[in-house]
Structures are given as structure tokens and as C-alpha cells.
């Protein structure tokens, strides 16, 4: 199965349901902490996830690696809401399904 490819676009600003698609990445500086940057990817599922946020479990954050939207995230990430979930990876600037 093909990835999504990752793309940057500016801030849809804070209200930005419906403004994105799947692959959509922008920068958010205000939002950057002990994890690093932060770089907001819309996953498969429509939902958003931050490259800085905190593993499940109280883990660590990812390992993030390339510059978007060639970007490499590892482990897995796995959005796990109700009804509407995605696992998967980031690999080389794509959403790619586990």
C-alpha cells in the first residue's frame, strides 16, 4: 500500500479543522518543548499529532529525524481514538500504514 507523502503548508491557524488534509505539516514555534520542535502532522485518521508530544505509557518522545516533509519518525505511532483509529510510521516524508 502507498504512503501518503507529507507536505508543508503555513499555519491554518488554531481553528484549522477542515482547512487540512492527511500529510499536511506546519511549524508551530510556540509550541516547541524538551522533546524539540514542534512539527504538526495530520495523520489518516484527520487527527493531528505533534512531532515533540509525549509517548503513551509516560515514555519519551520520538525520535524525529530529516527536515520536512522529508521527515522520519520512529517507533510507530499509534492514534488511538475511539473509533477512529491509525498505526503506523512516518518514514522518509510519508505516512506509510502498519
Known amino acids: 500500500m502507498a504512503g501518503i507523502p507529507l507536505r508543508v503548508i503555513g ?12 500529510g499536511d505539516v506546519w511549524r508551530e514555534p510556540d509550541w516547541d518543548n524538551e ?4 512539527w504538526i502532522v495530520v495523520l489518516p485518521n484527520g487527527r493531528a499529532w505533534h512531532t515533540n508530544s509525549q509517548a503513551s505509557g509516560g515514555g519519551g518522545g520520538w525520535d524525529v529525524t530529516g527536515t520536512p516533509p522529508g521527515l522520519t519518525v520512529s517507533p510507530s505511532i499509534f492514534d488511538h481514538w475511539p473509533g477512529n483509529e491509525w498505526h503506523g510510521w512516518i518514514r522518509n516524508g510519508e505516512l506509510v500504514p502498519a
Open 11 to 22: 499555519s491554518p491557524g488554531p481553528l484549522y479543522a477542515g482547512k487540512v488534509q492527511p
Open 35 to 38: 522533546h524539540g520542535e514542534c
